[in-house]
């Protein structure tokens, strides 16, 4: 499996709790990729980065931020979550340049907004 | 705007038995990837094969091979010798090669491999 780690892998949290979801890769990767999914249905793309201090929105609007201060780490935060933010979700990498078109996938982590 | 359909929801074959997941998608690009990728329950998804668009000859790795139909803009997989460990959700997915090197989904495939 590829080197790239997701913590913590299930959360449940109250309503209005900040939480930010961590996403790591050994892989030295330039680009990375948050993707939500519902339990057994499509991805949909939310964040993702070109390498250090890029991110750019996905095609699926969402309250959550990302930063990329370091090539290994993207981590996801939701300021204030909600019923509706319960959900999979899932970290990506993929080189840039050579090898760009496969993504590798971390566990995921699954959120319970009580 | 790209789009990629995965028609059959679930499937169910027996074990040892060959099965076909159909995907079709919809671009107006010419160059570009497909790719299979698979996720058993609670387990990571992984990439299955993947396929350039300037390649005519279909791609296989092991049991898995494509059907790959440009004019048709047609992708499906064949799992020969299904084995019990290939049960898992498949999603097709599209990448164009220039641009923001991102996926579009399919809405995947259920299969389940039977004893």
């Known amino acids: 499996e590829a080197d790239i780690y997701q913590t913590p892998r299930y959360l449940v949290i109250g309503t209005g709790k900040k939480i930010t979801l961590e996403c790591s890769q050994t892989?030295?990767?330039?680009?990375m990729y948050w993707y939500q999914q519902d339990p057994g249905m499509e991805l949909h793309l939310i964040h993702y980065?070109?390498?250090?201090?890029?991110?750019e929105k996905g095609d699926l609007s969402s309250e959550s931020t990302v930063s990329r201060i370091r090539t290994e780490h993207f981590p996801l935060t939701l300021e204030s979550a909600r019923p509706s933010h319960t959900s999979q979700y899932l970290c990506?990498?993929?080189?840039?340049?050579?090898?760009?078109?496969?993504?590798?996938f971390g566990p995921g982590t699954r959120l319970t907004v009580l | 705007a790209q789009t990629v359909t995965q028609s059959q929801p679930e499937m169910s074959v027996q074990e040892a038995e060959t099965v076909t997941l159909s995907c079709t998608y919809d671009?107006?690009?010419?160059?570009?990837?497909l790719f299979w990728y698979k996720q058993p329950p609670s387990r990571q998804m992984i990439l299955v094969i993947r396929?350039?668009?300037?390649?005519?000859q279909n791609a296989t790795e092991n049991r898995f091979s494509v059907n790959f139909q440009k004019a048709a803009k047609s992708f499906s997989l064949k799992i020969s010798d299904s084995q019990l460990g290939d049960t898992a959700m498949y999603f097709c997915?599209?990448?164009?090669?220039?641009?923001?090197?991102?996926?579009?989904f399919g809405t995947g495939t259920r299969l389940k491999v039977l004893a």
């Open positions: 990506a990498s993929s080189e840039l340049g050579r090898g760009a078109d496969t993504q590798y």
């Open positions: 892989m030295g990767h330039d680009k």
């Open positions: 980065s070109y390498g250090v201090n890029s991110t």
């Open positions: 671009t107006s690009e010419s160059n570009y990837y």
């Open positions: 396929q350039e668009a300037y390649k005519q």
């Open positions: 997915a599209f990448m164009l090669t220039s641009g923001t090197y991102k996926y579009i």
